[in-house]
Antibody
């Protein structure tokens, strides 16, 4: 079955960087964009951007430009999201999700299990 | 920037119909999705393209989208439907999520 498995939880100090991985299985990795969405504790969903696993092209939400980098390794069907200059308000669960795209509409399915990133001194 | 507004909470009795709204400027001109998120779990799509149900989603889930409002309707609500629900649409190649609605089944 289609599955996205993310890396384990991380604890980082303010100013550090974190890199979260998202390993895809059950489908052709290069055929679907991978998006990253985060959720702060008790808060809603916030979209961060996407990567095209086929070309490596990316598009980041304006809020994160200059601080986020999305990459992929097609040999192991894995996408990565690296966030730098972490601050306490970056503490959140980070999700990867596949965008299912058909002409004129799309949806996120499935989602990874989430990776908790805690930023604390 | 584009915003989607949802009520923070909705309550419903078991077996009754729950309606959760999502408001945004000319939202009816866009395609709306709805995601269900239970505590400690990842979101799951329950409605896409305004009103379509993915396979495996019960028929009691339905959706509509017109004007400035998209609506998720759960008919014959069950205790298992208690969760947070998020609407989502696209604006200028940016995915926008509503703030989420906590559905309580009393």
């Amino acid at each position: 079955q289609v599955q996205l498995v993310q890396s384990e939880a991380e604890v980082k100090k303010p100013g550090a960087s974190v890199k979260v991985s998202c390993k895809a299985s059950g489908y052709t990795f290069t055929a679907y964009f991978i998006h990253w969405v985060r959720q702060a504790p008790g808060q809603g969903l916030e979209w961060m951007g996407w990567i095209n696993p086929n070309s490596g092209g990316t598009n980041y939400a304006q809020k994160f430009r200059g601080r986020v980098t999305m990459t992929r390794d097609t040999s192991i069907s894995t996408a990565y999201m690296e966030l730098s200059r972490l601050a306490s308000d970056d503490t959140a669960v980070y999700y990867c999700s596949r965008l299912v795209l058909v002409p004129d509409f799309n949806w996120f399915d499935p989602w990874g299990q989430g990776t908790l990133v805690t930023v604390s001194s | 920037s584009y915003e989607l507004i949802q009520p923070p909470s909705v309550s419903v009795s078991p077996g009754q119909t729950a309606s959760i709204t999502c408001s945004g400027d000319k939202l009816g001109d866009k395609n709306a999705c709805w995601y269900q998120q239970k505590p400690g779990q990842s979101p799951v799509v329950v409605i896409y393209q305004d009103a379509k149900r993915p396979s495996g989603i019960p028929e009691r889930f339905s959706g509509s989208n017109s004007g400035n409002t998209a609506t998720l309707t759960i008919s014959g609500t069950q205790a298992m439907d208690e969760a947070d629900y998020y609407c989502q649409a696209w604006d200028s190649s940016t995915a926008i999520f509503g703030g989420g609605t906590r559905l309580t089944v009393l």
